[in-house]
């Protein structure tokens, strides 16, 4: 059978009504596949299928290194807010919940967020936290037992922007 025919329904998978069996999560990556402006149609498929959340992968990257933070207000050239609304507001329409795949611990050396918080960063290291990923710009490491206090603060308040948007919530990706 193939994939485009395939049926995660909960019909399909033989649950009860009410009954929650295992979590089914349609990974988005952020480029591939047309970038922000064909999420929507992502998104219906993902429902079609039967899928009850979205979870795009990190998506703050300009370099596609995924993980590696470059500028939180940016995607793919629009506004990250813009793009993350109108994920949130297709999920809505589709009854799917809408996740991210949060990357707090790394970023790019040459990125917006490593020079707004120089101090809340380890030296850049020339691998990242996956080794099968080579990275086309200096990778840094949070440090986040010296962290500054606005780095944290810039975190929690991504965290209630997104939540504002209607992100339902994250997966942490390698925080220490």
């Given at each position: 059978?193939a994939?485009?025919?395939?049926?995660?329904?909960?019909?399909?998978?033989?649950?009860?009504?009410?009954?929650?069996?295992a979590?089914?999560?349609?990974?988005?990556?952020?480029?591939?596949?047309?970038?922000?402006?064909?999420?929507?149609?992502h998104?219906?498929?993902?429902?079609?299928?039967?899928?009850?959340?979205?979870l795009?992968?990190?998506?703050?990257?300009?370099?596609?290194?995924?993980?590696?933070?470059?500028?939180?207000?940016?995607?793919?050239?629009?506004?990250?807010?813009?793009?993350?609304?109108?994920l949130?507001?297709?999920?809505?329409?589709?009854?799917?919940?809408?996740?991210?795949?949060?990357?707090?611990?790394?970023?790019?050396?040459?990125?917006?967020?490593?020079?707004?918080?120089?101090?809340?960063w380890?030296?850049?290291?020339?691998?990242?936290?996956d080794p099968?990923?080579?990275?086309r710009?200096?990778?840094?490491?949070?440090?986040?037992?010296?962290?500054?206090?606005?780095?944290?603060?810039?975190?929690?308040?991504?965290?209630?922007?997104?939540?504002?948007?209607?992100?339902?919530?994250?997966?942490?990706?390698?925080?220490?």
């Open positions: 059978m994939i485009a025919e395939a049926d995660f329904s909960d019909r399909a998978l033989g649950e009860a009504d009410g009954a929650q069996g979590p089914r999560i349609y990974y988005l990556h952020p480029t591939i596949g047309g970038g922000p402006e064909a999420w929507p149609t998104v219906a498929r993902a429902a079609q299928l039967g899928f009850r959340h979205i795009l992968a990190w998506p703050f990257s300009a370099t596609a290194d995924l993980f590696l933070t470059d500028d939180l207000d940016i995607i793919a050239g629009r506004p990250a807010k813009e793009a993350l609304a109108a949130a507001a297709a999920c809505r329409d589709h009854d799917l919940a809408f996740w991210i795949d949060l990357a707090p611990a790394q970023a790019s050396g040459h990125g917006a967020l490593a020079q707004a918080q120089p101090e809340s380890l030296r850049p290291e020339t691998r990242g936290i099968r990923i080579l990275h710009t200096p990778v840094l490491q949070a440090d986040f037992a010296r962290a500054s206090r606005a780095l944290v603060a810039l975190w929690q308040g991504q965290l209630e922007l997104w939540q504002g948007i209607g992100v339902s919530g994250v997966r942490c990706h390698a925080a220490e």
